[in-house]
């Protein structure tokens, strides 16, 4: 978090059988304050740098749009599980 951020991912998709498709992304990116935090703020303070991560999953269409599951994990410990239908 911060006010100032960039970003930047590559995913890429295998078909395994039908429309099912292996995905995996990686990506990188950085947030930073702009102006000096103060030091009581230690949550905003922490929050910036960069960060490096990858996550691995799951694609299908359905009749109701795209189904995802997968999972990922983050340079700075964060992890994250991921379930979306839909555009």
Same mark, same amino acid.
């Given at each position: %978090?911060? +006010?100032?951020? +960039?970003?930047? $991912? @590559?995913?890429?998709? *295998?078909?395994?059988?039908?429309? /099912?498709?292996?995905?995996?992304?990686?990506?990188?990116?950085? $947030? $930073?304050?702009?102006?000096?935090?103060?030091?009581? +703020?230690?949550?905003? %303070?922490?929050? $910036?740098?960069?960060? *490096?991560?990858?996550?691995?999953?799951?694609?299908? +269409?359905?009749? /109701?749009?795209?189904?995802?599951?997968?999972?990922?994990?983050?340079?700075?410990?964060?992890? @994250?599980? *991921?379930? %979306?239908?839909?555009?």
């Amino acid at each position: %978090r911060g +006010d100032r951020a +960039d970003f930047g $991912s @590559v995913a890429v998709l *295998k078909r395994l059988f039908g429309s /099912v498709y292996a995905r995996c992304e990686v990506g990188g990116g950085q $947030s $930073s304050f702009a102006a000096a935090v103060p030091l009581a +703020d230690t949550t905003a %303070r922490g929050a $910036s740098g960069w960060v *490096k991560g990858v996550e691995g999953g799951f694609a299908t +269409d359905t009749p /109701v749009g795209q189904f995802y599951i997968g999972v990922g994990a983050a340079s700075n410990g964060r992890q @994250v599980f *991921k379930l %979306r239908l839909g555009k």
